[in-house]
């Protein structure tokens, strides 16, 4: 993995041996991802169009365009891979709050 993904596949394995990736789902069937990184914040994550709001993936992979992923990206797929996610089924009330609380953040 370390010679496929370079040096987040240590860190990504990390953060899924300590199960930080937890899938969060709303009855409509939307889904997202959520990591707790090593610094202790968590990052949102968004498979389906490949996207972390975490600053590493923001300078590395869009401004450097040095990477395809950050550690949490690559977290989220390996932990869907080895069906270690962990699951939270939210509102579709909760899962905007969610992505609004995002938004506040980045702004």
């Known amino acids: 993995l370390k010679f496929i993904f370079g040096p987040c596949a240590i860190p990504a394995l990390d953060l899924v041996d300590q199960r930080s990736v937890t899938q969060v789902r709303s009855p409509s069937g939307r889904t997202l991802y959520q990591v707790l990184g090593s610094s202790g914040k968590l990052y949102t994550c968004y498979s389906s169009c490949h996207f972390c ?54 702004g």
């Open 53 to 106: 709001t975490c600053p590493a993936f923001g300078f590395s992979v869009l401004q450097k365009n040095e990477s395809l992923l950050c550690k949490h990206i690559l977290a989220v797929y390996l932990s869907q891979a080895m069906g270690a996610c962990q699951e939270l089924s939210v509102s579709e009330e909760q899962l905007t709050n969610i992505l609004l609380a995002e938004e506040e953040d980045e």
